[in-house]
């Protein structure tokens, strides 16, 4: 049981609407999957059934009259929920995506008595059902909609049951909190979300729980396709937790250093870069340049970094060649021609060359300007007896004084 202390100093960063399953035990009906992001930097896949939702909005309206409009109908603030059809079907539940995302976003901006109050807290907090499946062999396995990574969820983009990526376990882990999901080496789980931390939540026949991604691999391949290529450009990022390096690849870093990411890794390791070094740091622990200040973490409520799969012992992989992966000295050495290139003026900008001090007196000395085009020569204009002479005859005629 959450103590009171322990809800009033917890608050909700954001929350994202995955998508939803369509379940059939005990009957059909259909759940929807938001990713909860809490303040002390966890993160919590929960499912919750659209008269859920309803109900806790409800309480909610309840809770506080004078903010749901119940007094003054102007002086509403707490948003306002569509309420449930007497049968939903799979149209309606891909249609109420958005309106859910924007009634969520709205909820988490209301005042802190409502947006962190223990009804709203315990409501998005991980249920023993959230973490595991019907187990009922003779049960039809659940059919998942995603909404896409473009935040495109209408009806127009989701057509069909989405075949979620699978993927097996190279090593035995085992779960260190009960959001986590233990795998033997093997084990073939589905993977429903795969977070920037390096943490995935994955689902297996009869239970679901995050594990590291540094333990999995594709079935069809040991390279990660969704692994996005280097920008030598760099991201800028802000160190929010600091970190001690502790293999020779990895950089140490302190919190409120700035820094650049040059190479995003879905095993949440981040090639980042400082000055002109490079090397491996958890991505959680950085957050975007700009944004606001994330809390301090908590001691004991969040996961630490993903182990690194370099570090995983008795690795067992079924593909003959082992990942790619770029050596810190390659990403250094590409990570300094792309300063040198950019530090460069472009093709309109001024060629480099000596100081104005080295040059020679012929290269020093003002250039002349060049001289004008010379233009040709305007004929004189021709005298009226000769305009008269050439003209025709009606403008003779016209000209001719009047008798």
């Known amino acids: 049981m959450t103590s009171m202390e322990d809800t009033a100093n917890t608050a909700i960063r954001h929350i994202a609407v995955l998508g939803f ?39 909610l309206k309840e809770m506080f009259p004078i903010e749901a409009g119940d007094i003054n109908p102007e002086s509403r603030v707490i948003p306002h929920l569509q309420a449930p059809r007497w049968f939903d079907g799979q149209r309606a539940a891909e249609n109420r ?14 005042p802190v008595k409502i947006s962190r109050c223990p009804h709203v807290l315990s409501f998005f907090r991980v249920r023993p059902d959230d973490l595991k499946l019907p187990t009922d062999s003779q049960a039809k396995k659940p059919e998942t909609y995603l909404i896409p990574k473009d935040g495109q ?75 996005p290529e280097p920008n030598y450009a760099g991201e800028p990022y802000v160190v929010i937790k600091g970190y001690a390096a502790v293999e020779e690849d990895e950089v140490s870093l302190s919190e409120g250093d700035a820094i650049e990411v040059i190479h995003k890794l879905l095993d949440g390791w981040w090639v980042v870069r400082k000055e002109d070094a490079t090397g491996y740091f958890p991505s959680m622990y950085l957050q975007k340049a700009g944004q606001a200040p994330a809390p301090a973490p908590r001691p004991g409520r969040v996961r630490g970094a993903p182990p690194r799969r370099s570090t995983i012992r008795n ?18 050495r590409n990570s300094v021609r792309f300063l040198q290139q950019r530090r460069r003026p472009g093709p309109g900008g001024p060629a480099p060359g000596p100081a104005p ?37 009606s403008t003779k005629r016209k000209l001719a004084p009047a008798t």
């Open 21 to 59: 399953e369509k379940r059939f035990v005990p009957s059909q009906h259909y759940v929807y999957m938001f990713l909860v992001k809490w303040q002390d930097l966890s993160e919590k896949v929960v499912y919750r059934r659209f008269t859920e939702i309803y109900e806790f909005h409800k309480m």
């Open 97 to 110: 995506q958005g309106a859910l995302s924007e009634y969520l976003h709205a909820l988490l901006g209301l």
């Open 153 to 227: 969820g209408s009806a127009a983009h989701i057509t069909g049951p989405l075949i979620l990526q699978s993927y097996r376990a190279i090593a035995t882990y085992e779960k260190s909190s009960p959001s986590e999901m233990a795998v033997a080496t093997g084990d073939v789980v589905d993977v429903v979300e795969k977070s920037e931390s390096g943490w995935w939540f994955c689902q297996t026949k009869a239970t679901r729980g995050w594990v590291p991604a540094s333990f999995l691999e594709p079935l069809d391949s040991p390279d990660e396709a969704e692994d």
């Open 315 to 332: 690795a067992q992989s079924i593909h003959q060649r082992s990942r790619k992966r770029l050596s810190q000295e390659a990403y250094r």
């Open 357 to 393: 001090s080295a040059r020679s007196p012929q290269q020093a000395a003002p250039q002349t300007p060049p001289r004008p085009k010379p233009q040709p020569a305007v004929p004189p204009r021709p005298s009226a007896e000769l305009i008269l002479h050439r003209c025709s005859e």
